[in-house]
């Protein structure tokens, strides 16, 4: 079993900055891949980034440019360093972790974010 706990989220003005982190604990040899979803009232889920165990990374379009997505394996730790950020980014974001049986195998609980104009 892996847990995950998000940090970082909060309210931040249109065009700031904020970082979440993710830190698990658990069967932590078990994790490979692991990433940030997120989700709007009103919207589907969507998949922000993901990033493998050797650091090779993937963005949403919507974020590409803006988002970034890091690890440090030591601290057993997923970061989403978000730039520029626009008021559709608002939502609740999500760490996942996915192991060698399923994809986002594990889910945090979920951290709000939200982006005033």
């Known amino acids: 079993q892996v847990q995950l706990v998000e940090s970082g989220g909060g309210l931040v003005q249109a065009g700031g900055s904020l970082r979440l982190s993710c830190a698990a604990s658990?069967?932590?040899?078990?994790?490979?891949?692991m990433g940030w979803y997120r989700q709007a009232p009103g919207k589907q889920r969507e998949l922000v980034a993901t990033?493998?165990?050797?650091?090779?990374?993937n963005y949403a379009d919507s974020v590409k440019g803006r988002f970034t997505i890091s690890r440090d394996n030591a601290k057993n730790t997923v970061y989403l360093q978000m730039n520029s950020l626009k008021p559709e980014d608002a939502a609740v974001y999500s760490c996942?972790?996915?192991?060698?049986?399923?994809?986002?195998?594990?889910w945090g609980q979920g951290t709000q974010v939200t982006v005033s104009s």
């Open positions: 990033i493998t165990t050797d650091g090779s990374t």
């Open positions: 658990g069967s932590i040899s078990s994790i490979n891949t």
């Open positions: 996942t972790a996915s192991d060698n049986l399923r994809i986002d195998a594990y």
